[in-house]
């Protein structure tokens, strides 16, 4: 029975000793098993990250390769976003924006991209293609029209005495007078909260349709007829459809409707024995031919062929036969960038993108250029006198034969489209 006992004592513990012994194997089985799937992940992550870096440095080679190598003003002038505040007189120009399709038709652009391919600012390949420079003008002028405070955006080389060097390479009626540093996403178009115009005119246009239109030194505007020119000039003020002041316009077009926030015209003055009046306009865009309609407008009626309540009729759905006074007497003045100057005019890196210290400047050359220009054209062409005696040909009553009469003035706006003001 002892002997039995010690048999199975010893079995047992047999037992005990190849179970622990077999725990133990699988133990180190495990751990081995880990260590190597610990060491494979390693080796794949190791060689997972040079495969990316090899993709990295093949694919920075090739980039290397397709770009060309920077020249030495790319490298001594950096290229940076700036504005240009920029002047002219439109005389003998088929308005500010350029049209590639049409080289024959200079344009201010033209000869901007051209001074700034021939000073350096850019390089030669941009004057050919402007996206390339974010090229962007504030506002288009039509042909013949003047500025004597536009803004454009691009981006140039920014070299020592750049205003000096562009102006070496443009006609004297075109200057560059302000360039101010703005941020990568400015656009001068988009960022342009409003556009102030002016219209210089000869007082005579406000003269009755009986009047003696051929002295045109002798008239003297009366300080009442005057008083109704801006008493109706506000009735502009504020949002209206401006349908039947541009062309190819429909009245349900949300495009049309346009708010002015001041127009007027101010006193009267005496330029080379003519009298001459000033009409400022104030609004965030104008459609084409929009401000030289306003005004033919209003002296069509001033003027006696016209009623008054046609200005009203005009924002209405019918069709409107609409006069549009010559563009000759038209100044873009100046350009707003308000919510720009809130925004970034007091971060401390960037420049409001006002022209204080440029006013006298611009004053010189609105002098020297543009005033001189609208004075002796309207004196050697007559511009206006000439318009004014087609108002009585306009139908200012009927809706339903202004159509016919749009198609007419389409002929005179196909010929100047491209060269629109906003």
């Keep these: 029975m002892f002997k039995t006992r010690q048999l199975l004592s010893a079995l047992f513990n047999h037992r005990l000793t190849l179970e622990r012994n077999g725990g133990l194997c699988k133990l180190f089985c495990m751990m081995s098993e880990a ?3 610990e060491q494979t992940a390693k080796q794949l992550k190791r060689a997972n990250e040079e495969n990316e870096d090899s993709a990295e440095k093949l694919q920075a080679t090739k980039k290397l390769k397709v770009e060309e190598e920077p020249t030495e003003d790319e490298k001594k002038y950096p290229k940076k976003k700036v504005v240009l505040l920029l002047a002219y007189s439109g005389k003998g120009y088929y308005g500010m924006q350029r049209n590639p399709t049409a080289t024959q038709f200079r344009t201010i652009e033209d000869e901007l991209v051209t001074s700034l391919v021939k000073s350096g600012c850019i390089p030669e390949n941009h004057g050919d293609d402007m996206k390339k420079m974010s090229f962007q003008r504030c506002a288009r002028t039509d042909k013949g029209v003047s500025a004597a405070g536009q803004a454009v955006s691009l981006k140039v080389r920014l070299m020592e005495d750049i205003i000096e060097k562009i102006n070496e390479h443009l006609p004297p009626q075109i200057r ?12 001068s178009k988009n960022n342009c909260d409003a556009r102030t115009y002016c219209y210089m005119l000869p007082t005579l246009a406000f003269s009755p349709k009986d009047n003696d239109i051929g002295n045109i030194a002798a ?9 109704r020119v801006n008493r109706l000039f506000a009735s502009y003020k504020g949002t209206h459809n401006f349908h039947n002041f541009t ?14 926030i001041e127009i007027s015209c101010g006193e009267p003055f005496i330029n080379n024995n003519t009298q001459f009046a000033v009409i400022t306009v104030k609004g965030q865009s104008f459609m084409l031919h929009q401000i030289r309609k306003m005004i033919g407008l209003v002296i069509a009626v001033i003027k006696g062929y016209a009623k008054e309540d046609v200005i009203e009729r005009s924002w209405g759905q019918d069709k409107v036969d609409v006069p549009k006074a010559p563009g000759l007497g038209l100044v873009l003045e100046k350009v707003h960038f308000d919510r720009y100057n809130k925004r970034f005019g007091g971060d401390g890196l960037h420049e409001r993108l006002e022209w204080d210290q440029e006013e006298e400047a611009v004053k010189a050359f609105k002098e020297a250029h543009i005033y001189p220009s609208i004075v002796e054209t309207e004196r050697d062409e007559g511009s206006m006198v000439s318009w004014m005696s087609t108002l009585h040909i306009h139908d200012f009553e009927a809706s339903a034969k202004a159509t016919d ?6 002929k005179q706006d196909n010929a100047e489209e491209g060269n629109a003001s906003d």
């Design 35 to 37: 260590s190597i799937d």
């Design 247 to 260: 062309s190819q316009k429909a009245a349900s077009d949300p495009s049309a409707r346009r708010y002015i």
């Design 405 to 410: 009469t749009k198609n007419k003035d389409q």
């Design 176 to 187: 560059v007078l302000g360039l101010k540093r703005v941020t990568q996403g400015f656009n």
């Design 219 to 227: 008239f003297r505007l009366e300080p009442e007829t005057l008083e």
